[in-house]
């Protein structure tokens, strides 16, 4: 049997900027909660689940709540497992391009415990689509990263992390949205990314990085951090959970939760 501790904010906490991708300002207020993660829109409120995933292309969207993919990262990453996050428009902010603002701003207000969830075991969950592959099963908090970009530089970058440690914060948390500098024009033309800036995001060149990054290796950090937020819809707190990745992106983990929601349904 998988058992965890709930924990939630001890006190609300305050975001606000322009929306990631549409720049539209947001206010964002995340309270203490007992009903798991949810999302509310004005009177629309949605639960943090795989099956209520209505967009993975580009990010991540929950009913009306757009981008959530950075703030679940925080959530599953510190082990908060309940809060409510009222949104006064439809997209989380773009922030410094990580989940490190939303993470420290949890741990100043600190966390308590409210209770023990559980769940029975299951076999591992397997995702595979051509060079994309994503397991995830019962474990102890190892995720793994392997960043492949083909003929384009970096070529190759993998990353690894240990969820019951305190390296979320250090290693994974910082790491900013990112984009191949050829495909930059193409996003700013379907609307995409307005609310991101050199210092929010990182832009990958032809054999180096255009703007200063904070790791070496910060995208295969920036995958792993979405590839938590994502996971995260799975209702299982990361740190329960093993889990290796080549390739993946929004629609894959998305949909490698919804086979494990679906697993634990059916249990």
């Known amino acids: 049997m998988l058992s965890w ?19 539209e300002p947001v206010e964002v207020v995340v309270h203490p909660s007992d009903t798991g ?5 004005g009177d629309q409120s949605v639960q943090a689940l795989a099956e209520n995933v209505q967009q993975c292309q580009f990010r991540t969207q929950l009913g009306p709540a757009a ?14 497992t309940d809060a409510r996050v009222e949104m006064s428009a439809g997209e989380m902010p773009a922030m410094d391009g990580s989940s490190l603002d939303y993470a420290l701003e949890f741990n100043a207000a600190g966390l ?3 209770g023990v969830a559980e769940h029975p075991e299951f076999d591992p969950v397997v995702f595979v689509d051509g060079e994309i592959r994503i397991e995830v099963k019962p474990g102890e908090g190892h995720w793994s990263y392997s960043f492949l970009t083909g003929d384009r530089w970096p070529h190759r ?3 690894e992390v240990d969820l019951r440690s305190d390296r979320y914060i250090r290693d994974v948390a910082p790491a900013r949205t ?11 033309a379907a609307g995409l990314g307005q609310g991101l800036t050199l210092e929010s995001a990182l832009v990958v060149g032809h054999g180096s990085y255009v703007n200063p990054p904070r790791f070496e290796d ?10 938590i937020g994502d996971l995260a819809l799975t209702g299982i707190p990361a740190q329960l959970l093993d889990v290796t990745a080549v390739r993946s992106g929004h629609r894959s983990n998305v949909a490698t939760a919804v086979k494990v929601r679906e697993i634990l349904q059916g249990m």
Not at 37 to 41: A, D, R, S
Not at 67 to 80: D, K, V
Not at 178 to 188: A, I, S
């Open 112 to 114: 308590k415990e409210i």
């Open 5 to 23: 501790p709930r924990k939630t904010l001890n006190s609300s906490v305050a975001f606000s900027g322009p929306g990631l991708h549409f720049a």
């Open 37 to 41: 993660l949810t999302f509310q829109v």
């Open 157 to 159: 970058q993998d990353a």
């Open 67 to 80: 981008t959530i993919e950075h703030i679940m990262s925080a959530f599953s990453g510190l082990g908060i």
């Open 178 to 188: 990112f984009g191949f500098e050829e495909e930059v024009e193409q996003m700013q």
């Open 218 to 227: 910060e995208p295969v950090r920036h995958k792993l951090l979405d590839l």
